[in-house]
């Protein structure tokens, strides 16, 4: 005695293009949520002459994953906090990096919601 089923091949190719729009869907959404973190950690980045305001960039979304980076020489010690040039001050770091991503953490999780949502619906 045997069973039959069918319907699997149907079946394999929605979850094949799910995955395939899953994928695609997720790197526009990391590249667009870095977008706008960049943006925040920019509104956030002190200015003395613009250059370390104006080196914040992001890299190419792959695999669902993205960089948001600052080669200026002195960005880590603006974020971080440093010693005065005599060393016996301390200047503060601004945690700019930082305070960005905790401002976009909340749409963040909202907008996932929502790119889940829309690449289960399809």
Request: no cysteine.
């Given at each position: 005695m045997g069973m039959h089923f069918g319907g699997f091949d149907a079946l394999d190719e929605r979850?094949?293009?799910i995955e395939e729009q899953g994928a695609?869907?997720?790197n526009t959404f990391v590249a667009q949520e870095a977008e706008v973190i960049r943006g925040k950690?920019?509104?956030n980045t002190?200015?003395?002459t613009g250059r370390l305001k104006g080196g914040w960039k992001r890299s190419r979304a792959v695999q669902g994953k993205v960089e948001i980076y600052n080669n200026?020489?002195?960005a880590a010690h603006v974020?971080?906090?440093h010693r005065t040039r005599g060393g016996k001050g301390?200047?503060?770091g601004s945690k700019m990096l930082h305070r960005g991503m905790l401002q976009a953490e909340?749409?963040?999780r909202d907008d996932a919601d929502t790119i889940i949502k829309a690449v289960l619906d399809e």
């Open positions: 979850l094949a293009k695609r869907k997720m950690v920019q509104d002190p200015v003395d200026v020489e002195y974020e971080y906090g301390f200047v503060k909340k749409t963040f």
